[in-house]
C-alpha cells in the first residue's frame, strides 16, 4: 500500500516522500534535514529522488541525501542539475521497484525551461513542482506564455480524478486572485470557504485534482468568457487572443495583493 507524505520545508514548501511502509521515494528534497527525520521516524529506506527543475527550494538537499545514501537521482534533462544521473525528457518512463511504482515524464516548460512533471496513472498521481499549483501556476521566470499555456494544457488533459502534488502551499491566495478574475464562479467560492477551514485546522490543501483545478484554475479557464469579459473590463487585454488572454492574466496575478 503505497503512501504520500507532506513534509514541510522552509516558509511554504512541501517536500513529498512516496512510500510503502519500507523504502520511500523523495520529490523535490529542497531541504535534506526534514527528510531525513521522516525516514528515521517512519523507519524508512530511501531508495530515489525525483526532481522537476533545478531552483534551489526543489533541490538544496540532494547533495546531503545522497553522501548518506547513494540513490539514483531522476531530474530534467534540459536542466543542469548536480546529482542527477538519470537524465529524463518528454515520453521517457520510470519504473521503480522499491517502492513499486511507474511514472512518465511530461515536459512542462514555462517556470523554467527544462521543467518536468512526473505522473503515475496507476495511482493518478501528479508531481508538477511549480507549473501547476492549486489554484494558480508558477512565474515565468524562463518560459514564454506560450510554453506555460501548453505546459498547463498537458496537465489539463490528464484525468480528472488524478490527484495533484504541488509543491507550495499558495492555494488561499491563489483562489483569492481567481475569486478577483472571476467572482460568479460559484465552484470557486465553495472551494474557497472548504480551503480557508483546512488552512485553519493546520491541514495542506494539497492535493487538489485535475478536475477541480479545471473548474476553478483561472489559469486553466483563461480562455472562459467570464476571465476574457473581466481582463476587457479592467483594460487589461485590447483582444481575446489566448495567449495575450494568459499573459495578461499571468501579469495580474504578479502584481495582485
Not at 43 to 63: E, Y
Not at 86 to 112: A, K, Q
Not at 125 to 140: E, H, N, P, Q, S
Not at 220 to 242: A, G, N, Y
Request: proline letters at 7%.
Amino acid at each position: 500500500m503505497l503512501s504520500v507524505l507532506a513534509v514541510p520545508a522552509f516558509q511554504d514548501n512541501y517536500l513529498w516522500l512516496i512510500h510503502d511502509g519500507k523504502h520511500a521515494v523523495v520529490v523535490d528534497p529542497g531541504d535534506a534535514a526534514p527528510i531525513l527525520d521522516a525516514l528515521a521516524r517512519l523507519n524508512l529506506s530511501l531508495s530515489a529522488i525525483l526532481l522537476t527543475h533545478h531552483h534551489a527550494d526543489h533541490v538544496g538537499g540532494v547533495g546531503e541525501l545522497t553522501d548518506r545514501m547513494p540513490v539514483p537521482v531522476f531530474g530534467p534533462r534540459k536542466e543542469a542539475i548536480a546529482g542527477v544521473n538519470r537524465p529524463l525528457g518528454e515520453g521517457d518512463h520510470v519504473s521503480l521497484n522499491e517502492p513499486r511504482l511507474d511514472f512518465d515524464v511530461i515536459e512542462v516548460p514555462g517556470h523554467t525551461r527544462g521543467h518536468i512533471a512526473y505522473f503515475s496513472s496507476g495511482q493518478r498521481w501528479l508531481f508538477c513542482g511549480d507549473t501547476l499549483f492549486a489554484g494558480g501556476c508558477g512565474r515565468l521566470f524562463e518560459g514564454s506564455p506560450e510554453q506555460m499555456v501548453s505546459s498547463l494544457a498537458k496537465l489539463a488533459a490528464l484525468p480528472d480524478d488524478t490527484a495533484v502534488y504541488c509543491a507550495h502551499e499558495y492555494t488561499l491566495s491563489n483562489l483569492r486572485f481567481a475569486q478577483a478574475v472571476e467572482p460568479g464562479n460559484e465552484p470557486l467560492n465553495r472551494r474557497m470557504q472548504s480551503e480557508q477551514d483546512k488552512r485553519e485546522r493546520g491541514i495542506p490543501t494539497v492535493p487538489s485534482s485535475i478536475g477541480l483545478e479545471k473548474a476553478t484554475n483561472p489559469f486553466l479557464r483563461h480562455t472562459h468568457p467570464d476571465i476574457l469579459r473581466k481582463l476587457s473590463d479592467e483594460k487589461k487585454i485590447s483582444s481575446e487572443e489566448p495567449i495575450s488572454a494568459f499573459a495578461a492574466l499571468r501579469e495580474w496575478k504578479n502584481n495582485f495583493r
